[in-house]
């Protein structure tokens, strides 16, 4: 499974950006979708997971309000809208993908224990760096 994500940039504080998330072989829809951040020196955290079967779930307290994920089936594509950005958000951003049931159903439930050993594939990243 290949994932692409793109959308990444320079941007001042209080600015927005739009992070996408694609795939080529296969329908993001049938999978459980994951964004994660990885800022220098810090573990790789999830920001928000989608599921199959359910909206939208936040995983992370300092995004709440700021960041809004969803998806577009027809184009095959997950999003990250980030709003309102901080010098804190800058890092490196990733898509992740999983068809287990269990995680669907954590991501369901927003569990706050998901995490990146829970999906197995991968996009390569891209960089946000939030800064005047």
């Known amino acids: 499974l290949q994932l692409v994500e793109s959308g990444g940039g320079l941007v001042q504080p209080g600015g927005s950006l739009r992070l996408s998330c694609a795939a080529s072989?296969?329908?993001?829809?049938?999978?459980?979708i994951g964004w994660f951040r990885q800022a220098p020196g810090k573990k790789r955290e999830a920001i928000s997971c989608l599921s199959r079967h359910s909206g939208p779930s936040n995983l992370l307290d300092s995004v709440q309000g700021r960041f809004t994920t969803s998806r577009d089936n027809a184009k095959n594509m997950v999003y990250l809208q980030m709003n309102s950005l901080k010098a804190e958000d800058t890092a490196v951003y990733y898509c992740?993908?999983?068809?287990?049931?269990?995680?669907?159903?954590?991501?369901?439930?927003?569990?706050?224990?998901?995490?990146?050993?829970?999906?197995?594939?991968w996009g390569q990243g891209t960089q946000v760096t939030v800064s005047s």
């Open positions: 072989e296969f329908s993001l829809a049938d999978y459980t």
């Open positions: 992740a993908a999983d068809e287990s049931p269990s995680v669907q159903a954590m991501c369901g439930m927003a569990s706050r224990s998901l995490s990146t050993i829970h999906f197995g594939s």
